[in-house]
């Protein structure tokens, strides 16, 4: 059997056309759904029933090393500041062929320095609307 698994080296986020430099981590979209009570009193069975509500992308968090020339690092401060909702787009290593695309506001940015340590920064991007799934041409 083939192992299936992909080696993230390489998987970047784009921030509106723009990619965010020296990322040590970027977390995944976080799916849920909500759910609305249905039980009535002509429910069968004494058990509760559910409809589907409103999806929830959630949040992608992002970590790396600060790079305040970076024009993507520098895209997610400033987007922080004026509260746009930017397109962005989690682009997975090529042999893959995958990716995520979604539109999204931010809504941390931070650094931190540490004695013997990289200075580094983290983000939050608040996920709004419908995510997609794209499937890319894969390289072999």
């Known amino acids: 059997m083939n192992n299936l698994a992909q080696r993230s080296v390489g998987t970047k986020l784009?921030?509106?056309a723009t990619p965010v430099a020296e990322l040590s981590s970027i977390g995944g979209l976080e799916l849920t759904a909500e759910t609305i009570d249905s039980t009535s009193l002509d429910s069968d069975g004494g058990y509760r029933t559910f409809i589907a509500g409103f999806k929830d992308a959630g949040e992608v968090s992002l970590?790396?090393?600060?790079?305040?020339?970076?024009p993507g690092q520098a895209a997610l401060y400033a987007a922080f500041n004026s509260g746009a909702t930017t397109a962005c787009k989690i682009v997975f290593p090529a042999e893959m062929g995958f990716e995520w695309n979604f539109n999204a506001v931010v809504t941390a940015f931070s650094t931190s320095s540490?004695?013997?340590e990289a200075i580094s920064f983290e983000s939050t991007l608040k996920v709004s609307g419908e995510p997609t799934l794209v499937e890319t041409v894969p390289t072999p």
């Open 114 to 116: 540490e004695l013997e």
């Open 63 to 70: 970590s790396g090393f600060y790079a305040p020339d970076d």
């Open 14 to 16: 784009m921030f509106g």
